[in-house]
């Protein structure tokens, strides 16, 4: 009898973690609506349509790739730093039997799961690069970036430390992926933007800069509160298991801090654009937001929320900062401020750990981000060359003149209101 209940206990616990992990991983995929309204909100309305198209795609482009190669080189053939094997496609799940055999050491939720659950952080990456390179990229070309980069390049540096390669050996820490998907995906955009340009009209000969302002700020503010929302399964479902007190009380305190961190970049990026330009400038408030929630991302469960909220508003200051210098000083022409906000702060939440976490340090944090950063922008940078060469990777002047809804869509996204 009780044989039968310890046995029923292990497959309603797997059962729960399975459940857990796949809502968790459904909440990261709502992400990518997310990103979709935040970039539709803030690129001109002759551009809507287009960015709207790269963001549908690039998730089952992710999605595809992952599933063929990338889950494997970053789990199921995971080394110190290269996979051991390349192998395509998911293999099986656990039966019951594999459950009950493995007393404590079972595995307590599905593998199918985990693949879900990773596969929408892939996407969340990429989504990162289709923002900073908007309005002026060739579709197309976009779109064979993708292909590479989630199925070859994420999955090998995110393998160096979930992996249990050789960062994580090294005692580098990134609870969700401060450094493993936001800086990463923000590496990945630089080398992409480098290449690219600015925008036409944006920098003036003199050095002086022209706003080109968003079409929908509604748009971008509802994409931020729904990334905001996601963010809870980004950090909480990377607890991995709820089924037992002190992993429930876990994710409740990642929610909790996941939570705070957010609400102090709002409040911190808010008051320095206030100090700074006169104004509450709404676009400095949601990218204080989203700062505030990559600087926790890398460690949301070891700070207190008092501690986690001032952890994000730091992130909020540095958000304003680097979005204002990369602008003016460097003339880095990201539309959306995504390497500012999952670069730039990704940094900062990876250097934060050491704060609150005694089991982490400042030169395995360096460590990590060098690598990560290093290696991303590098690959990036070459695969990038590589398009440019084969495809193009710039619409023309005319084209971008028009929008690139009628160029690359060939329909607007607001076809009563003409080119804006």
Known sequence: MMEQLSGDILQTKYALDTFYFLVMGAFVMWMAAGFAMLEAGLVRSKNTAEILTKNIVLYSLACMMYMIVGYNIMYTNAGDILPTALSFGLGGDNTAADVLAGGDDAPYYSNLSDFFFQVVFVATAMSIVSGAVAERMKLWAFFAFAIVFTGFIYPLQGMWKWGDGFLDAAGFIDFAGSGVVHMAGAAAALAGVILLGARKGKYNKDGSVNAIPGANLPLATLGTFILWLGWFGFNG????????????????????????????????????????????????????????????????????????????????????????????????????????????????????????????????????????????????????????????????????????????????????????
């Not at 008051?271 to 937001?289: I, Q, S």
């Not at 926790?296 to 979005?323: F, H, K, N, R």
């Not at 702060?345 to 690598?371: E, K, R, Y």
């Not at 690959?379 to 990777?393: D, E, T």
Request: proline share 3%; with cysteine; net charge negative.
């Open 237 to 420: 479902g990377s607890e991995l298991k709820v089924s037992d007190v002190a992993e429930a009380n876990a994710t409740a305190m990642v929610f909790v801090n996941t939570n705070m961190a957010a609400a102090g970049g709002v409040v911190a990026a808010l008051l320095l654009a206030r100090m700074w330009f006169g104004k509450a400038d709404l676009t400095m408030a949601l990218n204080g937001a989203l700062a505030g929630l990559v600087s926790i991302t890398a460690e949301p469960l070891t700070p207190s929320p008092e501690m986690a909220t001032l952890i994000g508003a730091i992130g909020g200051l540095i958000v304003v900062a680097s979005i204002v210098y990369m602008d003016r000083i460097f003339k880095i022409d990201d539309p959306v401020g995504a390497i500012s906000v999952h670069g730039v702060v990704g940094i900062w939440g990876l250097l934060a750990v050491p704060m609150t976490n005694a089991d982490a340090s400042f030169g395995a944090q360096l460590m990590g981000v060098a690598v990560i950063f290093g290696f991303v922008f590098t690959a990036s940078f070459v695969v990038w060359l590589g398009v440019k060469a084969v495809l193009g990777i710039r619409v023309s002047e005319e084209e971008e003149f028009e929008g690139l809804d009628v160029g690359e869509c060939g329909l607007e996204a607001y076809p009563e209101f003409g080119n804006k």
